[in-house]
């Protein structure tokens, strides 16, 4: 019997139904999260709620960052009082909240509601997490934890296709994405009531939750003493802002720039029943399966992307991923080629792909081995801020150099029209292209050659080679001569 066998017969019933949870609570959250962008700044007359750029970057990005804030204080209670009831607690909010952002459109109950959803997905996080963790030993944890972190791209790659077969472009026709995401919760509530057994928990003194809370916070600010560490997550705060504009910002530029009729057509020409069902209603493909490329690409690359980047130090490795997203994020901006789009988000996934994984590695090479908990529990605080600004940069920053709603305007004030404002934004646009005797796929040819939308891309290269420079001095001068042995070895 080989290794691998042996250690995969070691996983105990939890352990798979803690898998199956996370693939579940991953199909809810991708299903909704990767749509949700467009969705709030689609027209009223295609079931959008017609908020600005700012607002929706504001709103997703900053409910986001609290979603990774909160979980270093929630897996801290749930050692105190029990993972199964705080996943019974955690799906019953999570499925309330996203009925909620089902059927409220107002601006101030959405963001209510979209946070409540936060908090179950909070609540979530850090104890899925931890059970794999102690249903794995020494012998099985590399397989276990290889197993988790792929089923979590395997319901991120499903959930948006999904999306695509309950939803449509018209009053009503989002609702269903929200519903299905319920669905899944369901699931898993009837998972952890019927299946879930308690793994053994470590018996700890009897605290109140605020001296919990009190006593994590204290862990923390005493490993960010630790200079090594606190440069690099501050450093880290940007490659998130950059790569959360593959969520904030990527889906509606797509919407909003890209004629994705050839993509279509030289899909349909290999499989036309693919190709109808992945198809918008303006001809092209939805945004969806463009975005979803990423996932995709990790499913099927991920392990030959880390063999490669086994040979060179860890530092070195996260300066060329970095690189290699900023390149491939910026090419699918750069111009209005869908295929451009393409090759630009895939060669962003091989640059994820090389950098995440290093960056949790690298955060344990820099503790001794009775910190290595408490140095990877501060991994959040970069995903935090890095959310919240990545709100600012696909909000202001994008509605000022790229939004579409915004630019229309901006060329009807030039041409001297006199469009209703009043009117829904893709009426709108559809006016201001009737004025000017324009189809709408001319129109935004004329936006596209007139404001250069594509120069976000500058945006985003600024991101990247901010991060690889502040990497470089980083490993260059606060870490000269405090390499550990095998650092030094490798390229």
């Known amino acids: ?83 199964k009831l705080v996943l019974t607690i955690s799906y019953i909010v999570m499925g309330i909240g ?45 397989i276990g934890f290889g197993i988790f972190y792929m089923i979590v791209n395997i319901g991120g790659f499903i959930a948006p296709f999904v999306t695509i077969g309950v939803t449509s472009e018209e009053p009503g026709g989002w609702m269903p994405m929200f519903l299905v995401s319920v669905g899944a919760i369901l699931v898993n509530l009837v998972l952890v009531l019927l299946f879930f057994k308690e793994p053994e928990r470590e018996e700890k003194p009897k605290e109140s939750a605020g001296q919990v809370i009190y006593k994590t916070l204290t862990n923390i600010v005493r490993a960010l003493a630790d200079y090594r560490l606190t440069v690099l997550l501050l450093i880290f705060v940007v490659f998130w802002t950059l790569f959360n504009q593959m969520y904030l910002m990527l889906p509606k530029f797509i919407v909003q720039w890209f004629d994705t009729r050839p993509l279509y057509e030289s899909l349909h020409s290999l499989s036309p029943g693919i190709a109808n069902f992945l198809k918008a209603e303006d001809g092209g493909l939805r945004f969806q399966a463009l975005t979803n490329i990423n996932a995709g690409a990790i499913i099927f690359f ?85 959310n919240f600004i990545a709100g600012i940069i696909a909000g202001p920053v994008y509605q000022m150099i790229s939004d579409k709603v915004t630019l229309v305007e901006r060329f009807a004030a030039l041409k001297g029209l006199n469009v209703d404002s009043e009117l829904s934004q893709s009426a709108y646009f559809n006016e201001v292209a009737s004025q000017l005797n324009m189809d709408s796929f001319q129109l935004t040819s004329a936006l596209w050659e007139t404001y250069h939308p594509g120069n976000f891309a500058y945006v985003v290269l600024a991101l990247a080679l901010f991060t690889v420079v502040a990497l470089f001095i980083y490993d260059k001068f606060l870490l000269q001569g405090d390499r550990q042995p095998k650092e030094k070895a490798r390229a």
């Open 1 to 83: 019997m080989s290794k691998f066998t042996k250690a995969f017969k070691k996983f105990p019933s939890t352990f798979w139904v803690a898998n199956t949870m996370e693939l579940f609570e991953r199909w809810a959250w991708y299903g909704m999260f990767t749509s949700l962008s467009v969705y709030l700044i689609s027209s009223a007359d295609k079931g959008g709620l017609e908020w600005s750029s700012a607002q929706q970057s504001a709103v997703m990005g900053t409910v986001t960052a609290v979603l990774y804030f909160l979980p270093i204080l929630t897996g801290a209670l749930a050692d105190r009082i029990g993972y």
């Open 98 to 142: 996203y009925y909620l952002m089902a059927v409220v459109t107002d601006y101030w109950p959405f963001i209510m509601a979209f946070s409540f959803l936060a908090v179950g997905a909070a609540l979530f996080k850090p104890v899925v997490s931890a059970t794999i963790s102690k249903t794995t030993d020494e012998s099985n944890a590399s």
């Open 302 to 386: 991920q392990l030959v992307v880390s063999s490669f980047v086994m040979k060179f130090r860890a530092i070195r490795a996260m300066m060329g991923g970095i690189l290699v997203c900023g390149i491939g994020l910026a090419a699918a901006l750069v111009t209005n080629n869908p295929w451009f789009l393409v090759i630009g988000v895939f060669i962003f996934s091989l640059g994820e792909m090389a950098c995440s994984p290093k960056f949790t590695e690298y955060i344990g090479s820099l503790a001794s081995q009775d910190k290595k908990a408490l140095y990877m529990g501060t991994s959040f605080l970069p995903h935090f801020a890095g």
